[in-house]
């Protein structure tokens, strides 16, 4: 659905504004010491933090109640299969938003000095269990349908950190998201958005997932920097609706085209800083692939791109 990358920007904007009033009402010592985690249970911050989660995410569930489904029909619970829609971007994004709650709740967690047990039980699975509930809003509107394929996907992304933590203690591999403006928008505006910010999260011919690999990680011994990444891409272009058919006529002027991409990128959580605030604005932006030379594969044919996302 186009609703997954909707709950991602409440989380960016979330943590942005957090970050934004830290640094007015404390002085630089006071906020390094403030953003610091705790070594031990900080019962204050444990609180803050599960009130926080909790009270967003069910403003955020009632608010799309209220007025993203209201101008829908309601219907009788029921499930769709659209797994063959949107070539399965749409899929990919409910890993990456499910990924990105689950690894920002769990350092949340963190910062308030829970158990790495409970980090991963109650935070990391913060993605999984909003997106589910609104898995559930969309079963009961007509106009879309409780999808199994979403739930696997949001499984998929929850895993991808679970996993990670379980097996080396650090996240090796992160999911990252870019997007540029694209044309097809014009030709289905209805569908893929008017303004650039509704293109964002619903144009996914502008969509870039990547899976981002540390390299350093992986090879510690070695002289790499330890903010280089290799990033391995995935997109798609001439899509102008999920099955490509707008008012019962199949759009063969724009075949859909899957893109793979292989390309650097940075890991921005790997650079040294004194300062915290600095860390927590790296920590928020590294979901976002940094523009960097990429190569594109798409119908056996290569194309360069100086700088991509």
């Not at 044309?183 to 899976?211: H, M, V």
Request: hydrophobic fraction near 40%.
């Amino acid at each position: 659905m186009i609703k997954e990358l909707k709950n991602n920007t409440f989380l960016v904007f979330g943590l942005t504004i957090c970050v934004f009033f830290s640094s007015i009402c404390f002085s630089q010592s006071a906020l390094n010491d403030f953003l610091k985690p705790s070594d031990t249970l900080h019962k204050k911050r444990r609180n803050a933090v599960v009130i926080s989660q909790a009270s967003l995410a069910t403003l955020s569930l009632i608010g799309l109640n209220e007025i993203w489904y209201a101008d829908f029909e309601r219907s009788k619970f029921h499930t769709i299969n659209d797994n063959n829609e949107w070539l399965q971007l749409d899929k990919v994004g409910h890993a990456f938003t499910a990924y990105q709650m689950g690894k920002h709740g769990a350092n949340l967690l963190h910062w308030s000095g829970v158990s790495k047990k409970d980090q991963l039980i109650y935070g990391a699975t913060l993605g999984f269990g909003f997106l589910t509930a609104v898995e559930v809003l969309d079963g009961y509107s007509s106009e879309w349908g409780f999808s199994w394929g979403d739930i696997a996907s949001n499984a998929f992304g929850t895993g991808l950190y679970v996993s990670q933590e379980l097996l080396w203690n650090e996240q090796r591999i992160d999911l990252k998201f870019g997007f540029h403006h694209t044309k097809y928008a014009r030709q289905s505006p209805d569908k893929l958005g008017t303004s650039f910010l509704e293109q964002i999260l619903k144009d996914y011919n502008g969509q870039t997932y990547w899976l981002s690999f540390n390299l350093h990680s992986f090879f510690k011994d070695s002289k790499i920097p330890k903010w280089l990444n290799l990033a391995i891409g995935y997109g798609g272009e001439g899509m102008l609706s999920g099955s490509n058919v707008i008012d019962n006529q199949v759009l063969i002027k724009n075949s859909p085209m899957r893109q793979y991409y292989l390309s650097f990128d940075i890991n921005l959580t790997k650079i040294k800083t004194k300062s915290a605030l600095l860390r927590s604005i790296f920590d928020t932006i590294n979901m976002i692939k940094m523009p960097l030379p990429t190569l594109q594969i798409s119908k056996n044919k290569g194309v360069f791109h100086l700088f991509y996302y």
